[in-house]
């Protein structure tokens, strides 16, 4: 059974850079694209961006100038930079498989505070 | 962008009884790009269907998809008490992927 589990920061100063690593067990990293979704408390899901394990990367556009998503296959990992943050990226971040998402993290809470 | 738009926003129901649940998209939606998820509080969403209408691994039959174009459903035959919770319509056909807001089942 694929698993995923994020980690990373849970606090992040305003202005600084989100920075999530997502670590694939279970199963391996190649032929499938890799997904960072995220979700304010008590609101909706919005994709961020994924990657393909070759490297392809494909980003919300909302969001495209300040997110990268990275892979390194070697350590069944991805990773998820977001720079300049502010209040409103306080969000439970997932990481998750595919583009139907059929496995997902247990999500992370990250919150931008000074 | 597609925009999804799911309704009703509530949907007050008691144990057995018949869920629909609406997805309509601002544009054609590919059915093979489809999807439903599940989510309970405090937990990671669940996919339930994708491609519109086929079931994920270990999903109970009582979930069903169904639509093309613009239109699509996600049916509760019979509820159960696990099944109250939030559910999401996603395309994943055209970039940038999008939500539907949710529709959230409650017991009545």
């Known amino acids: 059974q694929v698993q995923l589990q994020e980690s990373g920061p849970g606090l992040v100063k305003p202005s600084e850079t989100l920075s999530l690593t997502c670590t694939v067990s279970?199963?391996?990293?190649?032929?499938?694209?890799w997904s960072w979704i995220r979700q304010p408390p008590g609101g909706g899901l919005e994709w961020i961006g994924y990657i393909y394990y070759s490297g392809n990367t494909y980003y919300n556009p909302s969001l495209k100038s300040r997110v990268t998503i990275s892979v390194a296959s070697s350590r069944n990992q991805f990773s998820l930079k977001l720079s300049s943050v502010t209040a409103a990226d306080t969000a439970v971040y997932y990481c998750?498989?595919?583009?139907?998402?059929?496995?997902w993290g247990q999500g992370t809470l990250v919150t931008v505070s000074s | 962008e597609i925009v999804l738009t799911q309704s009703p926003g509530i949907l007050s129901l008691s144990p057995g009884e018949r869920a629909t649940l609406s997805c309509r998209a601002s544009?054609?939606?590919?059915?093979?790009?489809l999807a439903w998820y599940q989510q309970k509080p405090g937990q990671a969403p669940r996919l339930l269907i994708y491609?519109?209408?086929s079931r994920a691994t270990g999903i109970p039959d009582r979930f069903s998809g169904s639509g093309s174009g613009t239109d699509f459903t996600l049916t509760i035959s019979g509820l159960e008490p696990e099944d109250f919770a939030v559910y999401y319509c996603?395309?994943?056909?055209?970039?940038?992927?999008?939500f539907g807001q949710g529709t959230k089942v409650e017991i009545k």
């Open positions: 279970g199963g391996s990293i190649t032929y499938y694209y």
């Open positions: 544009q054609t939606v590919s059915s093979t790009y």
């Open positions: 491609a519109a209408s």
């Open positions: 998750a498989r595919g583009g139907n998402l059929d496995f």
């Open positions: 996603q395309q994943y056909g055209s970039s940038p992927q999008t």
